[in-house]
């Protein structure tokens, strides 16, 4: 592959949206893993919860995390490759 036509504004509003979307899934499954975690162990304290529900979140966020750079990444980098045009492997006829 070769690169052109990427700027480096291209690549910095990728990163922007990959960070600010980590940031909002992690937030959002986060919270939602921390309320599982809570409802499970109502007996524990609420430092152990804490813990466990910030452990249970960041393991549940990390598939979101990779869907969503995989869709970033195929919507505003790869339309940008061109593909660089490799010698023809056929067999050259003799005279």
Same mark, same amino acid.
């Given at each position: ?23 909002? @899934? ?17 007996? &524990? ?5 804490? @813990? ?21 990444? &195929? ?21």
């Amino acid at each position: 592959m070769h690169i052109k036509g990427i700027r480096e504004s291209d690549w910095f509003l990728s990163f922007l949206m990959v960070w600010f979307g980590w940031t909002l @899934a992690g937030l959002i499954v986060g919270g939602i893993g921390g309320v599982l975690t809570w409802m499970v162990l109502q007996g &524990a304290s609420q430092d152990t919860v804490a @813990a466990a529900g910030a452990v249970i979140g960041f393991i549940l966020s990390l598939p979101v995390q990779y869907f969503l750079l995989r869709f970033i990444v &195929a919507k505003f980098i790869i339309p940008k490759l061109e593909p660089v045009h490799e010698p023809s492997t056929e067999p050259i006829a003799r005279l």
